[in-house]
């Protein structure tokens, strides 16, 4: 090969990598045909032109790569802005550590003055949200264009177990009634990491919380001319007849009373867990371990267990957590029940906690036809990230999930790793604070009234909470704690579904849920037809 050969192919692969390049791809330039022999000085004069040119399409490379770096690229579905970032925020802000003041001078259970009230964070690392976040809009809707008085405020304590109070980045708790465990003090443990990790951040607000299982606030009763405002109530869960506000439950700090762990640590363990046994080396069968006390649907569930004369493709198990404390939980940790290729999420008295261990696990997510809703599941496609089973005919539903799964194992298997990679990607712990964050504000936005410090309130703070606290609860504090503010600014809130969009959207799943049930019913005239 030439000279002028080697330096052409090696100046076009230049080419294809620079901007330059890509800027005039499909043009056919800088080509100079081939002489089957050229002279001495001429290989040398035009190698010497090539040389200088290679190093001109260096520079040219180098000067954008480090002017694209001025730059950050938020991504919105297909769409991708560049937002320009000023020379202040280039640099990222060291973390500041700070560690709980729980000595033995601090038996008064005071808040310390000594953590940061305000932080800058990097501007320059600002991803726009999961796609969930835009439930936000929607479950704040009902009050956007009426705005929010402290007599709704007032009126949502009816059901409440306490009123919430930001004032000045202090957070005041009146509490009205126990909470169900300890629901009530992890809720309010997670909002203080919240305010650990983005101090000074959050606006004034005033809200109260139900820490019990069914939503409330009854959307029929806040319709027509002569109807009240609803009252806006936050909880764990929500669904298509009621209004409450949908936030993160309180096992994402820790569930101490059936000894689950924190979030972030169990993320990591369902990780590893999924690791230990592969998708095709798992059992072929639906797996379920739950109380089956809470619901009739779930007592509704076990009769698809496998018996001497049917199998349903179903494997249900009780979960005795009286027997389970006594031993030690040995047998109830999530992560070492990623053994089977189907899991089964029913809800219980209302939403399930397990849902997100369940998805997290690269099984495919059998979903019994859920009546609730959390934070993140509305944004779940089906057949996509779960497989719908229909609620009224648990047993040949399952049955057909599992036969369809075991015929198409690569499909199934992508069904099961497009969940788990949801739940790892898109629901690690930075985005569960990330959403609340942005939840409290466009909440606070609302506000009609100044939020003012109600006579029965204390001040609270992670000290507070954690110094006094023991055993179990104590620990999982420990290890849920927010050491440090971010040196990173909250993610890029997403804008509002636009009214044709959300309607595509609850169709497309509509649909994808109809296809299923074609499919079971084919497969079932099939059977019938062949006995």
């Known amino acids: 090969m030439t000279v002028i050969q080697n330096v052409q192919r090696f100046s076009t692969a230049i080419l294809q990598r620079s901007q330059l390049g890509r800027d005039f791809s499909g043009l056919r330039i800088f080509r100079l045909p081939l002489m089957k022999k050229a002279p001495a000085a001429c290989s040398i004069t035009i190698y010497t032109f090539f040389v200088f040119f290679i190093l001109f399409v260096a520079a040219d490379f180098i000067s954008f790569f480090c002017f694209s770096s001025r730059f950050i690229f ?25 560690p709980l003041n729980c000595s033995a001078r601090n038996l008064t259970q005071t808040c310390p003055g000594n953590y940061p009230t305000t932080f800058d964070t990097d501007l320059a690392w600002k991803p726009v949200c999961p796609d969930y976040f835009r439930w936000i809009h929607e479950d704040l809707k009902p009050w956007k264009t009426t705005g929010i008085s402290s007599d709704m405020v007032e009126r949502a304590k009816r059901s409440a177990h306490f009123r919430l109070v930001i004032v000045k980045g202090k957070v005041y708790i009146e509490k009205y009634k126990k909470s ?15 305010l650990r990790r983005y101090p000074g951040k959050l606006l004034d607000l005033e809200l109260t919380f139900d820490c019990n299982d069914r939503p409330v606030i009854r959307s029929g009763d806040h319709r027509g001319p002569n109807s009240t405002s609803p009252p806006p109530l936050f909880r764990y869960c929500g669904d298509r007849w009621t209004l409450d506000v949908v936030f993160p439950d309180w096992s994402f700090w820790g569930w101490p009373e059936i000894n689950m762990k924190p979030w972030g640590n169990l993320l990591k363990d369902l990780k590893e867990g999924n690791n230990r046994t592969k998708w095709m080396e798992r059992e072929p069968y639906a797996y379920w371990k739950g109380n089956p006390l809470v619901a009739e649907t779930r007592r509704d569930l076990l009769t698809c267990n496998v018996s001497d004369v049917q199998d349903w493709n179903a494997r249900l198990f009780v979960q005795d957590w009286m027997l389970e404390s006594q031993q030690g939980y040995k047998q109830s940790d999530v992560s070492n029940q990623c053994t089977h290729r189907y899991k089964i999420y029913i809800e219980g008295w209302a939403w399930s906690v397990s849902e997100k261990y369940i998805l997290a696990c690269d099984s495919v997510t059998l979903m019994v036809k859920p009546r609730y809703y959390d934070f993140f599941m509305r944004s779940l496609q089906p057949v996509h990230h779960y497989w719908p089973i229909k609620d009224n005919d648990k047993c040949r539903s399952i049955k057909f999930a599992v036969d369809w799964g075991n015929s198409h194992k690569q499909k199934a298997q992508a069904i099961g790793k497009a969940a788990s990679d949801f739940i790892q990607e898109e629901l ?65 809130l997403p804008p509002p579904y636009d009214p044709p969009v959300l309607g595509a959207l609850l169709r497309k799943k509509a649909n994808s849920i109809k296809q299923v049930e074609r499919w079971e019913n084919r497969y079932w005239e099939t059977l019938n037809q062949q006995h």
């Not at 954690?466 to 040196?487: D, I, Q, R, T, Y």
Request: proline content about 7%.
């Open 74 to 98: 938020l991504v919105n579905n297909s769409e991708r802005k560049a937002v320009p970032i000023s020379e202040n925020h280039r640099k990222t802000p060291r973390p500041i550590v700070v």
């Open 180 to 194: 169900i465990q300890t629901r009530d003090v992890f809720t309010i443990w997670g909002i203080l990491q919240l």
């Open 428 to 492: 690690k712990m930075d985005y569960v604070y990330d959403y609340m964050f942005h939840l409290l504000n466009e909440y606070a936005k609302l506000l009609r009234f100044k939020p003012t410090i109600p006579e029965g309130a204390v001040e609270v703070c992670s000290e507070t909470v954690a110094c006094s606290a023991e055993g179990v609860e104590k620990k999982f504090m420990m290890e849920s704690l927010v050491n440090s503010p971010s040196v990173t600014s909250p993610c890029a």
